[in-house]
T-cell receptor, first 110, second 120 residues
């Protein structure tokens, strides 16, 4: 099944804000509010940072925020810190009872 | 605190079957709120959802893998399992077991991952 579309890489300086996009279709991102985002540090399992488009699990910094417009979801990280350097993945429920991930975005903190 | 741990052979020959088990500790696998699933990540690549199973026995699979996939749950042992048949080198990946919030809303808990290598 085809993946959701994310930019391969983004970068930003400490203190700045960055946004990562995640584009799907009306069968997934656009049709349901079941978009989630994950942070994966090198050599570790992914960690859930956003679910249901814009909700944060307990313990996740409020510097992470999510939104959605049409078929595109977005993750914004404000007040960028060195520790935010990681790979970020979006996922969405897809019609037909499946889950689909984005290709992943590598965030570099300059 | 609930934890997930993968186990199984790390090396499988081409055309054979990759079998993995995930043991859930610190909580019950029988909760109706969650699905128990598998996600893989080829070395240096992105995440791919494989499928998931509910404690009721219902299964849901990635259409691209469905024909080779068998998933099951054993509530007595608080475990769930994956069998992927007719493997090729393209199936070499880190396999994560995970907990999914209904209805596929998010993967809120992950195992540490187990490397499954397909090689003769």
């Amino acid at each position: 099944q085809s993946a959701l579309t994310q930019p391969a890489s983004v970068s930003g300086a400490p203190g700045q804000s960055i946004t990562i996009s995640c584009t799907g279709t009306s069968s997934d991102v656009g049709g349901y509010n079941y978009v989630s985002w994950y942070q994966q540090l090198p050599g570790t399992a992914p960690k859930l940072i956003i679910y249901d488009v814009s909700d944060r699990p307990s313990g996740v910094s409020n510097r992470f925020s999510g939104s959605k417009s049409g078929n595109t979801a977005s993750l914004t990280i404000s007040g960028l810190q060195a520790e935010d350097e990681a790979d970020y993945y979006c996922s969405s429920y897809r019609r037909g009872d499946t889950l689909v991930f984005g290709g992943g975005t590598k965030l570099t903190v300059l | 605190q609930l934890q997930l741990q993968e186990s199984g052979p790390g090396l499988v020959k081409p055309s054979e079957t990759l079998s993995l088990t995930c043991t859930v500790s610190g909580g019950s696998i029988s909760s109706s709120t969650y699905y128990w699933g598998w996600i893989r990540q080829p070395p240096g690549k992105g995440l791919e959802w494989i499928g998931c199973v509910h404690s009721s026995g219902s299964t849901y699979a990635n259409p691209s893998l469905k024909s080779r996939l068998t998933m099951s749950v054993d509530t007595s042992y608080n475990q769930f399992s994956l069998r992927l048949s007719s493997v090729t080198a393209a199936d070499t990946a880190i396999y994560f077991c995970a907990r999914l919030v209904t209805w596929f809303r998010a993967v809120d808990l992950w195992g540490q991952g187990a490397l499954g290598t397909v090689s003769s």
